[in-house]
Structures are given as structure tokens and as C-alpha cells.
């Protein structure tokens, strides 16, 4: 009767966990997930190795390859292409039960598996189109073959998790700090402890070393061209993230942009009490607590999950990284686990059943809420262009620029929709070497400190930032528009208010020291300045409007 009630409450789990997903994967994609679509759709290998070293330089390519072959079967609309995804977040679900079942018993796994079933971040990701919901699987996977190696102490247990952990720096470029933790915390209780496993453990993690050597060498190749880039994304690393982080790992609700950190402060209100505080409080004490009772190999487990965390920021405070949830995702299911084994230590079975209903009752009811929400959010990020262009007629002898998000016209991709050139601003400027925007000269200079006079100078020239830019824009827009057809410029959020005349730019900048403080937002008022200067060569101005999240400037070709 009882493994009756188990196997019923599973099932509830699996169909709540199901439906909570389901509500997020018809909704148009977001920037990064219309990238996925780009890299997977080139050739297989060779052509989503040389995307991902050449434009994307942050990505490992087992996801990508993967998504290639799942694009053919299956089409690469938004549904087909999150129904990959989807798989392994529903399947990172099960799996919970699986691996907390063989750390403890039954009725604790039911309890985890409800949490991660209903999470509002794991649910949002689980239908994401990039790589979060395949690590997270793998981690939990990895996290199977180790209590598995634990507990039984044989070679075919450690080759599987041997296999895993291999897989898991190929999908995610920060999951390596996963493999370093695991290597670190668990070998040192295994010396410790258990002497004959620690040896068997070591050649298979030599084994797991050299296998990675490739990986090593990609990523060194990234460090070393992301250290030359002119334009970096990575910010300083403030207090407020690692709070964000925390917040949206264990919260009943998730923040309204759960993609990039935000400078949005929190107001205490019963809200944030009841749906934050509460939640985060109890979990982060579970956490505690676990971490201070356990002993041995559970022991071994907050540790490695704990330097995970502290890895990444480290990295963050470093400014190698962004510390933004998405990228260790893949700790939240495990930090499920540890911190029910410490709430289950604490608190009465009583106490334990009404937060775990509170908690699941709250998260499903946000998930309902921000599934609404997330539709809109999305939709401003890249298909409001699409629907705007529709609404002026426009046609495949039509072009649109934009400096956000060109690079992966997912919703220009057919032959006649209008025609989107690549002109990402942070993309392309990146690069020092890159020939449509930089003159043989500038790209000399771009890698090194003169970058910041070359700017300057453009500043102040009579002319466009390159020549290489400008044969590039008349070849690509100017030359390619028949009399009577249109560009339209669309400008993303805050770009908008970038565009400004050439005598404001050249007054907001006195010296140097001025580029090196503000070098994005000079670049970027220097390129669309030139960019709307060569259009008025051959264009007349229609108007200009904002609509939504979008600056609109419309011209005609004369």
C-alpha cells in the first residue's frame, strides 16, 4: 500500500511538473536561443566548431550538435527546437527521486522531487533553447553514478560517471568548475577514508583529464581572444548579484528578467516576505544545518556543491564571468536535495509537510502567473521587429538593421521576409580583428591600449569610423535597395536614446580617459551616427517613432 501512495505521488509530480513546463514552451524566442538556432543550423561538424571559435567564443558544441539533428527531424520552429530541451527537463525531474532515493529513502526523495518539480527557475529554463536544462540533467546524472561508485566501488560505476563528467565541460563552458569540485572534494574523502577507492578513483579521473585536454585548449583560446576584445561584456561584480542569485534559486517567484543581473533594489513588502524571504530563509537553513550534521561522503557532497559556487564567483569577481543563475543552474536541483536532508533534520515531519505544501502551492500558482508575463517579455526581445516590418509592407527588397541581435535572424529566416545583414554592435565591434568595421590600420591598434586614441580620433574625423565599414554598408544596403524600397532601423530598448548628433557626441567627449570610461556607449553613438549618415546618401528620412521596446527610423531609397 505504501509503495502504492509513492508510485501515485510521483505520477502527481511528473503531471504537475509536465504542465508547469508546458506553459513556457509556446513563446518566441529570446536573443540567445535564436543564436542556438544559428550555430546548430551550420554543417555538422566543422561548421558549428567554426561558428562557435569565430562569433560565439564562450560555447562548448555538444548541445549545438545535438540541436542539429533534432532541427532536422523535427523543424526548427520554437516548439520543435524547446521540445529538446524539454526532454531533459522533465527527465532532470525522475531523476531527483532516483539519485535522492539512494542517498536516503523514499519518502525524502518524493519531498525533493516535488521541490524541483515545481521551482519556478527550473520549470523556465527546463523549455530554454541553449544548453542550462541538458547540464542540469547531466549533473543530477553524474550525481547518480557517483553515490553509485560509492556505495558499490566498481569500475563499470566509475566509467559511466567518468562518461558523464566528460560531457558535462563540452555542453557548458562553466561546468568544468563541476568536474574541479567533484575532483577535489570527493578525492579528499576518499583518501581519507577510503584508500583502495581513492587509487581506482584517481586513474579514472587521469582518464577524465585527458579526455578534456581538448576542451582546455578551446577554452584557452577563448580566454585569450575575449582578453583582446574592444568591447567586453562582463561587468564588475557587485553584492546585489550573489543576492539575485540566491533569491531566484529558492524563491517562490523568480525576478520579472531572469536572464541578465539587474540594479533593481528590493522593496520589503508582504510579497517579498512571504514569497522570498520565507522560502530562501528555509532552504538556506536546510543548507546550513545539512552541511553541519553530515559526515563522510554527504559531507563531501555540500562541499563540492558549496566550492561550485564559490568558483563561480570568484571567476565573477575576476570578471571572467557574468554571476547571473542561468549559468550554474545546474547546482539548484542538488541544493535541493542537500537542503531537504537538513530541513528533514531540523523540523518536525509536521513542520517539513506544511512548508513543502506552502512552497509548492505558491511556486505553481507564479508559475501559471509569469507564464503570462514571459510571452510579452520575449516578444519585445526580437520578433517585434518581424511584426513591424509586416505592418509597413514590408517584403524581401526591404532591409532592416539592427545593432542587437542581427546576427541570428531567426524570424527573417525565410526567403521572403525582409532582409536582415549582420550589424550587431557587440558582435562585431568585439572583435579587433574584424575587417567589415576595422581598416588594416585600426586593427593593429584595436588589441592593444591605442584602441582607446583610434576612438577618439573617429570621434573627431570628418568621415565614418573605417573605410572597411563603409565599402561594407554600401555594398550590403545601399547598393542592394532598388529606388522606392525601404530600411528600417530598428533600435533595441536604451540604443534608442544613442542616437544623437555628431556635435553632442564630440562635446561628452574631453580626453581619453573619457573613451576608457564610457567605451561602449561611444562606439555605439559613433556607429549609428555613421550608420544613419550613409543611408542619407541614397535615403530620404520617412519618420522615426518608438513602438514597444523599439526606436523605428524608416527611410526610402530616392
Known sequence: MKDKKQVLGICIIL???FILRILYINTEFWYDEACSWFTAKQDFPFGIIDNLIHLDLQHTPVYFFLLHFWMKFFGDGEIAIRSLSFIFGILSVPLTFIVSKKLFDKTFALISTAIVGVCPLLAFFSVEARMYPLTVFLVLLSLNFLVDFEQKHDKKSLIKLILVNV???????????????????????????????????????CIEAVCLIPYIILIGYYAKMRSLFVIRHEGEFAFWQLIEVIRNFFASTIVDNPYWPTLKTYEMTPALTLLVMIPCGYFLYGLVKGFVKSSGFLKSLYCLFFLNFIFALIFAILEVNIFTMRYILYLLAPLFILSVNGLSISLTKRHLTIFLAYFALTSICFNFQYSKKIKNLKHMALSAVREESQALGLTNKDIIITPFASDAPYYFRFTDSVRMHNFDFHKELRNPYNSKYYDIEQQKLMDKEAKYSVIFDSVFAEHCFSENFVDYFLNDVNNKTDSGRFVLVALYGEDGNNVVPIEDLRNSVKNITDVKNNKVQIMLQKYLYDILFLLERDFTFIKKYKKGNFTYILYQKR
Open 15 to 17: 503531471f504537475i511538473a
Open 167 to 205: 560531457l558535462i565541460p563540452y555542453t557548458l563552458v562553466g561546468g568544468i568548475f563541476y568536474n574541479i569540485s567533484l575532483a577535489v572534494c570527493y578525492g579528499i574523502y576518499l583518501y581519507k577514508q577510503k584508500q583502495d577507492s581513492f587509487w581506482l578513483y584517481l586513474k579514472g579521473f
